[in-house]
């Protein structure tokens, strides 16, 4: 089973129409908009700080992805590595802790339905110049 690395994860979510990265909280944290609208967060740990609580000191890369209410919950109790979202509406996002154990399919398509329930909740006209590149 092949997972994403943080750096595929990344040029992943700036392949998608009009994303742009931002640093709003920090160089730490990587923020991934599109219209100026936050999809996901990229950072090593918790926001960037980098800390674990693993008994090996190994540190992995956590990243918030907007969800379904419902699918987010189901996300959390198929997967160990998906948690209520870290600093966010945990009723709407979820962190999932890039660990390896999550295949790469599976973490594509949570960033595809983070980035579309965003694009969703445009105006018709932003959502038109950003579904015409899809």
């Avoid at 339905?113 to 965003?118: A, E, G, P, T």
């Amino acid at each position: 089973m092949t997972s994403l690395t943080p750096e595929q994860a990344e040029a992943y979510l700036l392949s998608k129409p009009e994303a742009q990265l931002d640093f709003p909280f920090g160089e730490e944290t990587k923020v991934f908009k599109v219209k100026n609208k936050m999809y996901a967060t990229l950072s090593l740990g918790k926001m960037g700080k980098g800390d674990d609580s693993s008994a090996t000191g190994d540190v992995d890369y956590w990243m918030n992805l907007k969800c379904d209410p419902e699918e987010a919950i189901m996300l959390r109790d198929i997967f160990p590595s998906v948690i209520a979202g870290y600093h966010m509406n945990k009723k709407l996002w979820n962190t999932i802790i890039l660990d390896g154990s999550i295949p790469q399919g599976e973490l594509e398509r949570m960033m595809d339905n983070s980035f579309m329930l965003v694009v969703n909740n445009m105006t018709k006209k932003d959502q038109q110049s950003i579904l015409i590149s899809l």
